[in-house]
């Protein structure tokens, strides 16, 4: 997708990306951008780190879920097109984070076949594209695609990345997002982004006191 405007970096299991997503799904619509649907997996980011220490209980389940499901969507790709990845990710997202609270899959389920298979086949993809979630053989795949993502904006990020008008245009980690704009906010926060990100002397923006993400497997409704 050599004429794709934006290239959007995502793991499927991250909250943040998924919001950050829906947004950009809104402008694209708006803008007629092309997206490249590309991947950064958490867990090959963090595979250096001890989850034990790092992390909550249950992100190294969670991380796991998400490379097994880039997995899948490196499959699709290969066999059914870019432009398959972003139908996939939409579905994986809407099941895992718009479904009620309680009927959302959560940690190492998300990662399995039960809860794939029936998402490709209602996609109408074949169901056999579940068997890359144990094909390791793509990990260097998800790897190098993670790397890339990295290159464009240094190490010390998470997802999603998101790169727009490359190869020369800007790229930045987020914005994350806690919860998703109207469509006039949409094309409104669009404009303010991309304008900060292409001043030469922007550095970061940052606060850590944010509220939690409006999604409905968190028993936030619409």
């Not at 398959?84 to 579905?91: P, S, T």
């Not at 298979?117 to 056999?128: D, S, Y």
């Not at 094909?135 to 990295?150: K, R, V």
Request: hydrophobic fraction near 40%.
């Amino acid at each position: 997708m050599a004429d794709a405007e934006i290239h959007f970096y995502f793991d499927p299991v991250c909250p943040f990306a998924w919001i950050t997503s829906k947004w950009v799904r809104t402008v694209q619509v708006q803008r007629d951008y092309r997206v490249d649907w590309r991947f950064i997996s958490l867990r090959l980011l963090n595979s250096h780190l001890d989850y034990d220490t790092h992390f909550a209980p249950g992100y190294d389940g969670v991380h796991t879920a998400g490379l097994r499901l880039l997995r899948v969507a490196a499959r699709t790709r290969a066999e059914h097109g870019r432009d398959a990845v972003g139908r996939l990710y939409e579905a994986l997202g809407t099941q895992i984070f718009d479904a009620k609270a309680g009927d959302a899959p959560e940690g190492e389920a998300r990662g399995t076949r039960d809860f794939v298979e029936p998402v490709l086949t209602g996609l109408g993809l074949p169901a056999t594209l579940a068997d890359a979630l144990d094909d390791s053989s793509l990990d260097p795949e998800i790897q190098a695609e993670t790397d890339e993502a990295l290159s464009l904006t240094g190490k010390d990020v998470g997802t999603p990345i998101l790169h727009f008008q490359p190869p020369a245009g800007v790229a930045f980690f987020g914005p994350v997002i806690s919860r998703v704009p109207d469509e006039q906010q949409a094309a409104e926060l669009w404009d303010h982004v991309i304008a900060l990100a292409r001043f030469p002397g922007f550095a970061e923006l940052k606060r850590s006191l944010r509220e939690q993400p409006q999604l409905r497997a968190l028993g936030h409704e619409d």
